[in-house]
């Protein structure tokens, strides 16, 4: 079966061809850096860490871009707030956004591309948007895109231009031809002579948002991509904009696969900054450790919504003691999947299906019941392979097994030696005593002919 990826622009899914044999090329919008990140973001990275991890192991050569906005109106009001410049803000907000996807197992991109070093790239774009009539100059300054002069503006959203005035939340057309045109580059104020701008033909100012994607992905990716995506919120209207501009530009497509992930939600409602129910990932991780965050994420299909709650995130520790405790019963030999391999076979055949990491999940749930039964050193190693492919699995069994736990190895093994010692003596009361006091502690023993082994409580 061959890979299967649910397009947003046709609404279907679609089996991937590659614009080269062999090779992808994935554009993902990243974070405007002005403060941590929260959950909603770590979806988001997830997801599409899933997805380039699945294309490698599929055979792909993948050169995936996640940009990071650092100009923007929210930006700089932070900055001004905090009184730093907007480097010192934008550089200390890039560390942590690394330091939180570092802790989630989240690969770097190939590229990380930052908004104000692909200036060139956005005016020279511009300029070729207002020399083929899709780019006008108001009043104002600002130079604008006409949406209007595109035929296919509301493709991807599957709107129509009328549809998406129904909803606007623009009151004023501020020079604006259309009050969905969007700003390509925002004129520089006489009233704020400290404002951040560049010089340009079009006069002193800074790029719009959505002229920064498109002039970044065309300067790292080309033209057309395989693979653009994005938080769903994204689709209308920065994805919106990106097709006008792009290919207005370039009369190419953008991409031929557009892949938007689904929101966290609390209460029912997306998480985001502007409503104030988000849980930074730095917060979270105080509370619960990196794997149990980033399965709780892959227990869900990439495209529908995930509900947070801490009830949700025990469960999902508890669900990866289980895969964890097949592996602590034996220890995994080192094996190269074979996907003839009936759990493999199927593993991958949920993820050729569009990521399904839920299926993908309850493959590796079936194949710990089958390590438990055989006892199969061969499929444990098979068990944390799979997982590998979506970056689970791969710590120590008992180090995530006793996570919490307050005995180490050496005091366990202690306490150990002690009761074989007073069960020797047939002191068979301190014998019970000692392993009920490690039960507590959330060590189970147990014993065999061979001797006496242990592991943590599920």
Known sequence: MSLRIYNTLSRELEEFSPLQPGKVRMYVCGMTVYDYCHL????????????????????????YVRNITDIDDKIIRRAVENGESIRALTDRMIDALHEDADALGIARPTHEPRATDYIPQMLSMIGTLEKKGLAYRAENGDVNYAIRKFPGYGKLSGKSIDELHAGERVAVLDGKDDPLDPVLWKS?????PEEVKWASEFGAGRPGWHIECSAMACALLGETLDIHGGGEDLQFPHHENEIAQSEGANDKPLSNYWMHNGFIVTDNEKMSKSLGNFFLIRDVLKKYDAETIRFFVLRAHYRRPLNYSDVHLDDARNSLKRLYT????????????????????????????????????????????????????????????????????????????????????AAIQAQIDARAAAKAAKNFAEADRIRQGLLEQGIVLKDSPTGTSWTVAK
Request: glycine share 6%; aromatic share 8%; net charge negative.
């Open 40 to 63: 909603g973001h770590a979806r988001s990275m997830i997801a599409f860490d899933v997805v380039q991890r699945w294309l490698k192991a599929s055979g792909f050569d993948v050169t």
């Open 326 to 409: 097949a592996l602590d019963l034996v220890a995994p030999a080192e094996v190269t999947i074979d996907w003839t391999d009936p759990y493999a076979a199927r593993f991958k055949a949920a993820m050729d299906e569009d990521f399904a990491t839920p299926e993908a999940v309850a493959v590796l749930f079936d194949l710990a019941g089958e390590v438990n039964r055989t006892r199969s050193a061969t499929q444990a190693g098979l068990l944390k392979a799979l997982g590998g492919c979506v970056q689970i699995l791969q710590s120590d069994p008992k180090s995530f097994l006793r996570a919490g736990a307050t005995l180490d190895d």
């Open 188 to 192: 520089a104020k006489a009233s704020e």
